[in-house]
């Protein structure tokens, strides 16, 4: 019966629908995942500036479909000639706002010299 509570508190996190945001709430999600183990990974070593660099980033590359040009911009990481303003002139209502949190995420592990921050993935050269 434990097992089972825990396997509930698991989907009902990783759907989302758990809408508890407190900071002393367990990681049970998937490894891989911002509520697993992965997610347990303190920030360090970024300023605000590159966390807004990184949102900038992580909103392109989930809008490949509406500015394909951006989007192959915003792959080349802290390298690539972006701004706040080329958020603007898409529908941003097309985009998946889980995608977004998913990039963002990846995005801030490239910066910290981190990516992948899953236990046994490599990045492909």
Do not use: W
């Not at 891989?32 to 909103?59: K, N, P, Q, S, W």
């Not at 303003?85 to 209502?93: A, H, M, S, V």
């Amino acid at each position: 019966m434990k097992e089972l509570a825990h396997q509930i508190a698991v989907a009902i996190d990783e759907l989302g629908s758990d809408h508890n945001m407190r900071r002393d709430r367990p990681y049970l999600g998937q490894p891989h995942t911002d509520t697993g183990v992965r997610g347990m990974t303190e920030i360090r070593g970024i300023t605000f500036r590159d966390l807004r660099d990184c949102y900038v980033r992580a909103v392109l590359l989930s809008a490949h479909h509406l500015v394909p040009a951006l989007y192959e911009e915003a792959t080349k990481g802290p390298d690539a000639v972006l701004c706040e303003n080329d958020l603007f002139g898409f529908n941003l209502d097309e985009l998946d706002p889980i995608a977004i949190a998913q990039n963002l995420s990846c995005e801030v592990e490239r910066i910290m010299g981190i990516f992948p921050n899953v236990p046994g993935l490599k990045t492909a050269n």
